[in-house]
T-cell receptor
Framework: ETGVTQTPRHLVMGMTNKKSLKCEQH?????MYWYKQSAKKPLELMFV???????ENNSVPSRFSPECPNSSHLFLHLHTLQPEDSALYLC????????????FGSGTRLTVV | LAKTTQPISMDSYEGQEVNITCSHN???????ITWYQQFPSQGPRFIIQ???TKVTNEVASLFIPADRKSSTLSLPRVSLSDTAVYYC???????????????FGSGTQLTVLP
């Protein structure tokens, strides 16, 4: 399988649930990212991992917890979310010095009820 | 990262050429200009990137004037499937050990009509 794969594609969770989003890249990239895209809003950068170390937090609430066990995998652990956290969560990867930008996954559509 | 300004929306008809212009007045010497395309409920997809003059690939052309304070994405003979949001981004390659962080604006919603 090639590219950036995100699972699940759709997720509905209650505010008291704990769930995780998974991202896997097969491109040999060494940087991975989580973005959030709410309805009618620009993409918001949440977390950046470069060479498996987190380099950006962007004041994301602690109910979102990222994990990058290796350069190919990225997780976003979710707990006690709010309805306003409903959004499309996008994972992307890149080479640190690659001028051709990111490769995005198809995203996880999250609905918090 | 340099701030970019692009139209909020554009309409076109099938078969026409579409040009979307992006302004980036404070572009830095090391900055590249990159365009992405995003369909609803999907991640953005890289279209084209350039530094100066003109770049062309199988999908689009990118025109960059000598002062690099703006750029124009040109889509030849658009079809209904080209309806999407198009983002213009400006930034450098990043430094060793530091990932390149792309900041997306609101983009341009292109609607292709039959």
């Amino acid at each position: 399988e090639t590219g950036v794969t995100q699972t699940p594609r759709h997720l509905v969770m209650g505010m008291t649930n704990k769930k995780s989003l998974k991202c896997e890249q097969h491109l040999g990239h060494n940087a991975m990212y989580w973005y959030k895209q709410s309805a009618k809003k620009p993409l918001e950068l949440m977390f950046v991992y470069s060479l498996e170390e987190r380099v950006e937090n962007n004041s994301v609430p602690s109910r979102f917890s990222p994990e990058c066990p290796n350069s190919s995998h990225l997780f976003l652990h979710l707990h006690t979310l709010q309805p306003e956290d409903s959004a499309l969560y996008l994972c992307a990867s890149s080479q640190v010095l690659d001028p051709y930008g990111y490769t995005f996954g198809s995203g996880t559509r999250l609905t918090v009820v | 990262l340099a701030k970019t300004t692009q139209p909020i929306s554009m309409d076109s008809y099938e078969g026409q050429e579409v040009n979307i212009t992006c302004s980036h007045n404070n572009i830095a010497t090391n900055d590249y200009i990159t365009w992405y395309q995003q369909f609803p409920s999907q991640g953005p997809r890289f279209i084209i990137q350039g530094y100066k003059t003109k770049v062309t690939n199988e999908v689009a052309s990118l025109f960059i004037p000598a002062d690099r304070k703006s750029s124009t994405l040109s889509l030849p003979r658009v079809s209904l499937s080209d309806t999407a949001v198009y983002y213009c981004l400006v930034g450098d390659k990043g430094s060793s050990g530091s990932a390149r962080q792309l900041t997306f604006g609101s983009g341009t919603q292109l609607t292709v009509l039959p």
